[in-house]
Nanobody, 125 residues
């Protein structure tokens, strides 16, 4: 497993942008598929984005496609989530996840092995 620490959350107005970061420590970062999830109050956790181990492929939930971009820097053991055109419905705690299996593990939320502690994103209308 890897240890994950998210940062970059905060309060932003609708239409604004935020960039989340997730720093990983532990075993070889490039051996892990990475992803982002979110959970809003009273709602179940939902998949947001996933990125392959090399960073060559990225996948998004329909609700964020075209607005969010996931990327990774394997040299710095960090994955990012650039969030643009934010909407109030994007308000949630955002979690970083990692798993040595493929991207479907993240996309299907098939119990990824490692999780961060979460960072709050609040979008005001």
């Amino acid at each position: 497993q890897v240890q994950l620490v998210e940062s970059g959350g905060g309060l932003v107005q609708a239409g604004g942008s935020l960039r989340l970061s997730c720093a990983a420590s532990g075993r070889t970062f490039s051996s892990y598929t990475m992803g982002w999830f979110r959970q809003a109050p009273g709602k179940e956790r939902e998949f947001v984005a996933a990125i392959s181990k090399s960073g060559s492929s990225a996948y998004y939930a329909d609700s964020v496609e075209g607005r969010f971009t996931v990327s990774r820097d394997n040299a710095k053991n960090t994955v990012f989530l650039q969030m643009n055109s934010l909407k109030p419905e994007d308000t949630a705690v955002y979690y970083c996840a990692a798993d040595p299996r493929g991207v479907l593990t993240i996309i299907r939320d098939d119990n990824p092995g490692s999780w961060g502690q979460g960072t709050q994103v609040t979008v005001s209308s």
